[in-house]
């Protein structure tokens, strides 16, 4: 344990940040390229997570913890919210037998 | 039971009364109904007369009885405190004393109106607010009561809502009292400012120490001035007095003459110390008071109503209370509240009994030859009249004499207007008296066979009154005649007090003037209207330019609208079609337009494809990015 936490720590700073913005990319182009509901809903799920991991990695570059208890209250909403996505997903197929978001066209002036 | 214990039950038994009354309108039955309004104020008078004795017992002659903090913020404290001294004590026994007579009457007078229990708890109110005016300590307390009693004079002379002419002459009273009221609240802001506080027993220690003539005192008074001329019906403001005889009889003659209308008089009164030190306002109260005599009297001796007779005549009365107050007989000013209370509520009574037996017919024109038919009406009316025209030694005499030789050692010009409205004064009350009560009846004979005396519950307030308006001179017998002039002495801790410099016998000669003038005008009255059986022409009938400036009033009411109704209404409708309509209503309705406008394309935006919301969300931040990477 105590051997893989300096072994973190070797990680230069630059490196979390280049792995945090691809993987934020990758959420990005995700949820505009794809047209089901639930791949949009991972991707926004990752582009999330990679924020968290950027946080963390400053969280522990600054010495200050309180980065990561951020993170933990994140991680919980974050469940929170997904089983409320989830949800109105399950709701979305129920209706419509689909969950392809360019269905949900209706809601317009 | 000390005075302290006792003086907030006379507020509030009224109060409760109004509730009750208030409340059981509709399910409370008439005669309980009367019972209530008429017993509560007869226990606050029972309650009044035991505080009055026992003030009269005690060598204290001032108790501030302190209830309950009212308002308290910062250097501002208004307690709701009432102040007990000679002065609120006398007043306490004037309202609660001839309000029961009212209210007696009343419950015969209004038996057959479907609104009954609503006139009691009316009155009820209207009484509780008047205690309040005189017992408060402060100019605070003292202005609720006053606001108060406006508000139940309107509700009252409104009664009859349904008539419009009535409910105007009720918007009217109001509106004009609120004139008057705005003066004297400025007057109370005035005060506090100078000062810092609002409490009798702080101001007038302090302004007793000030220089006669100080500006922002003479400011102070005139305030409080205008705030009685619109009270007490006062040039230029008492044109709303005659309408308000649109109330039922006893209405005015409780409001109307015997206790609302002398709140003005009361709080110069009250304030005797400030105004005895503002010599420019007291000309101006000398000069208005006397002014308003005139031309009311002047008004009275052509109108054909029975009630507006008397109305102006009570506004007559008051331009001589003003009048003393003016000239600095403060008690003399009180003295005549209080006599003209008895014989004008015993007066307006009695006109309230000629209608009653007329079957609400008002015009002296249609009536005639009722001395007969009502006897005790007639005999109890005759004693009010020569009261009021001052002939000794009933009670009018003493009291308006006292004010006449003050206004003559001021000027004798005052007095020789004053004189001049004593004749005007006893020649219309007579000719009133005479055209209702002598000669032959002049109405239908069908409705002269219905002419009947009114019933106990109305005669036994009359009778009351009449021996009160007989003898109430009594209380201020001045020394020229051996008396003791025992309410200027009961008054003097409260009230300023000015010896009377002139000798004896120019005394005499004053008053045997005022009494010939009465006389003459008694007998110049008699020949016209008994030996001459004249009767007052029809309305259109020609008439010389005196008796019609009289008999429309000096046209004041149609002045009053082309100076400030006319215009005022001209404003207003400015106001509305270019301001309101045109400018105000352009701004809001343009916009909603340009709203409207500007939406119509952006809402094409919203055309429901989320991945495209997405996209603008996405593009969105990089923007928002773009922006904080390179601006800032």
Redesign the interface.
């Known amino acids: 344990m105590e051997n893989l936490t300096t072994q973190m720590a070797g990680v230069p700073l630059n490196h979390y940040i280049y792995l945090c913005a691809i993987i934020f990319t990758i959420g990005v182009i995700g949820v505009l390229t794809r047209r089901n509901a639930i791949v949009i809903f991972m991707s926004v799920e990752l582009m999330l997570n990679a924020v968290n991991l950027l946080l963390t990695a400053f969280s522990v570059h600054s010495n200050d913890p309180s980065g990561q208890v951020f993170v933990f209250f994140i991680m919980a909403l974050a469940a929170a919210e997904v089983a409320v996505g989830l949800a109105i997903i399950v709701m979305v197929y129920r209706n419509t037998k689909s969950i392809d978001i360019n269905v949900l066209n209706r809601l317009k002036w | 039971m000390t005075i302290e214990q006792l003086i907030w039950l006379v507020p509030l038994l009224p109060f409760l009364g109004f509730v009750i009354n208030g409340l059981g309108r509709n399910s409370l039955s008439k005669g309980l109904v009367g019972i209530i309004g008429s017993g509560v104020i007869l226990a606050s008078f029972i309650i009044s007369i035991v505080i009055f004795f026992s003030l009269q017992g005690d060598t204290q002659k001032s108790h501030e009885v302190f209830l309950f903090d009212w308002i308290s913020a910062g250097t501002l404290h208004i307690p709701l405190s009432f102040l007990v001294d000679p002065l609120s004590s006398i007043m306490l026994l004037i309202i609660t004393g001839i309000g029961f007579l009212i209210h007696l009457y009343s419950t015969s007078y209004m038996h057959d109106d479907e609104g009954l229990g609503k006139f009691f708890s009316y009155l009820n109110l209207f009484v509780f607010f008047m205690l309040l005016l005189v017992l408060g300590s402060n100019y605070i307390v003292m202005f609720i009561g006053w606001e108060g009693v406006g508000l139940c004079s309107y509700l009252l002379i409104g009664f009859w809502y349904t008539n419009t002419a009535y409910a105007s002459a009720a918007k009217k009273a109001f509106v004009m009292n609120r004139i008057g009221d705005l003066g004297f609240l400025l007057g109370v802001f005035l005060m506090f400012n100078f000062f810092g506080s609002v409490e009798f027993s702080k101001i007038f220690p302090q302004a007793a120490n000030m220089l006669p003539g100080n500006n922002t005192l003479v400011l102070i008074t005139i305030l409080l001035f205008i705030g009685a001329c619109g009270k007490s019906a006062q040039l230029p403001l008492f044109t709303w007095l005659p309408d308000a005889m649109a109330g039922p009889t006893p209405v005015s003659a409780l409001i109307h003459a015997a206790t609302m209308v002398t709140a003005g008089i009361y709080m110069i009164a009250r304030s005797s110390v400030l105004f005895d030190l503002a010599p420019l306002t007291q000309h101006i109260i000398a000069i208005v008071g006397i002014a308003t005599a005139l031309v009311a009297a002047i008004i009275a001796l052509t109108q054909t109503d029975i009630k507006k007779v008397l109305a102006y005549s009570t506004v007559s009365q008051l331009g001589y209370m003003f009048l003393g107050l003016g000239v600095g007989a403060y008690t003399g000013s009180f003295f005549h509240v209080l006599t003209h209370a008895f014989f004008k509520a015993l007066l307006f009574l009695g006109a309230g009994s000629v209608i009653h037996a007329m079957h609400h017919e008002q015009d002296m024109r249609h009536m005639g030859g009722l001395r007969k038919k009502l006897p005790i009406t007639f005999l109890t009316m005759m004693i009010g009249t020569i009261a009021i025209a001052g002939l000794p030694p009933f009670s009018g005499f003493f009291s308006k004499d006292e004010i006449l030789a003050n206004a003559y050692q001021y000027s004798p010009i005052l007095w020789g207007v004053g004189v001049l409205t004593a004749f005007l004064t006893s020649f219309y009350m007579f000719r009133m008296m005479f055209l209702t009560f002598s000669g032959k009846y002049r109405g239908t004979h069908h409705a002269e066979s219905h002419v009947h005396e009114s019933p106990k519950a109305m005669t036994v307030p009359l009778i009351i009154l009449a021996i009160l308006a007989a003898i109430g001179g009594a209380i201020n017998i001045p020394h020229v005649f051996g008396g003791n002039e025992w309410l200027a002495h009961w008054l003097s801790p409260v009230v300023a007090q000015h010896e009377l410099d002139l000798s004896h016998s120019t005394e005499f000669t004053l008053m045997a003037v005022s009494v010939l003038v009465a006389i003459i005008a008694l007998f110049y009255a008699y020949t016209r209207y008994v030996k001459g059986a004249r009767v007052p022409v029809a309305d259109e009938a020609p008439r010389s330019v005196l008796a019609k400036l009289s008999y429309n009033k000096f046209y004041l009411d149609e002045i009053y609208d082309f100076i400030i109704t006319k215009p005022l209404d001209a404003f207003s409708r400015f106001f509305y079609r270019i301001i309101d309509t045109k400018f105000i209503d352009g701004i809001v309705n343009g916009l909603g337009w340009s709203t409207n406008e500007a939406s119509k394309g952006v ?2 935006l ?6 495209f919301y ?2 603008m969300m ?1 593009f969105g931040i990089i923007a928002l990015l773009a922006y904080t990477f390179y601006y800032i």
């Open positions: 809402r094409l919203q055309s429901g494809n989320v991945g997405i996209f996405v």
